[in-house]
């Protein structure tokens, strides 16, 4: 299977690529360029056939284009793409202290990027292919209850909308869309009071990948394959 990751050079995207590998998947792993490349390094020495590492920052329209081109010299079509790559902005902000030169940004790379990144890949899609979308129960409107991270929260809801509206377009084609939550993960962004570790985390959401099928797109799944509130 060809699989490809946005935002794999660490955390939960590095996960993603390590165990794709293991089990022996052909995988993608895109990621920022002038960042530590050193993990997906170490992967590629291990994986020289299978792994293919192309710089994609998921906010840059000319950067998704020069992504797309290398992508198709490598693959004819992709099975999984997972929209992994994000960011959390200014945590535990509340109202009266709002950013709004981060609350943009937040939205570009966790909402809008990954809808155009499936656009921009969408002709690397055939019967079958799924796309996940990497989001999190904070996005679920009707379990709020916190004060802070509006910006967050909004992006999440906003990636889960968009991610519906994908499902329901790629529904003749037989392509399959979810938003999906890992769970609160020991990452940068979860940081280390998170209980859960990576690997479960990315051991539970590719066992749920592999299990879905048709009916199951536009579903709002966390990484055990728990159905989510909206
Ligand atoms: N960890 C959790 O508890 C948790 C819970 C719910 C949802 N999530 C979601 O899971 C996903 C992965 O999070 P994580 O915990 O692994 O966070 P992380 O350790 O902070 O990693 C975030 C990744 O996204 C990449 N990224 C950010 N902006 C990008 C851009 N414009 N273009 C390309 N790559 C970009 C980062 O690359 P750089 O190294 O270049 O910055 C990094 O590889 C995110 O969508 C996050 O919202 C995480």
């Known amino acids: 299977m060809n699989v490809l990751i946005t935002g794999a050079n660490r955390g939960l995207g590095l996960e993603f690529v390590n165990q794709y590998l293991n089990r022996g998947e052909e995988v993608i792993a895109t990621y920022r360029e002038n960042n530590d490349l050193s ?19 998921v906010s840059s329209s000319a950067s998704r284009n020069k992504a ?8 004819s079509h992709l099975d ?6 994000g960011m959390k902005g200014k945590s535990r902000i509340k109202l009266g202290n709002l950013h709004e030169d981060n609350m943009s940004e937040v939205f570009d790379v966790n ?10 890949f969408s002709q690397l899609f055939k019967k079958g292919t799924k796309i996940v979308n990497i989001s999190s129960q904070m996005g679920s409107i009707s379990a709020r209850e916190n004060t802070s991270d509006f910006i967050y929260c909004a992006s999440k809801a ?3 909308m968009f991610s519906k509206l ?6 003749t084609k037989e392509i399959i869309v979810i938003p999906m939550h890992p769970g609160w993960v020991k990452t940068r962004m979860g940081t280390k009071s998170a209980p859960i570790e990576r690997v479960d985390s990315i051991a539970g959401m590719i066992q749920v990948i592999d299990s879905l099928t048709q009916k199951d ?12 509130p909206w």
Do not use: C, H
């Open 68 to 75: 797309l081109s290398k992508v198709k010299e490598k693959i």
């Open 158 to 160: 906003a990636l889960n």
């Open 217 to 228: 797109s536009g579903r709002f799944l966390d990484w055990q394959g728990k159905e989510l």
């Open 166 to 171: 994908l499902a329901n377009s790629l529904r």
């Open 80 to 85: 999984i793409l997972i929209n992994n790559a």
């Open 39 to 57: 993990n997906l390094n170490e992967l590629k020495k291990k994986y020289q056939a299978t792994l293919t590492l192309i710089p994609m920052d």
């Open 111 to 120: 909402s809008i990027s990954p809808i155009l990144v499936s656009e921009r």
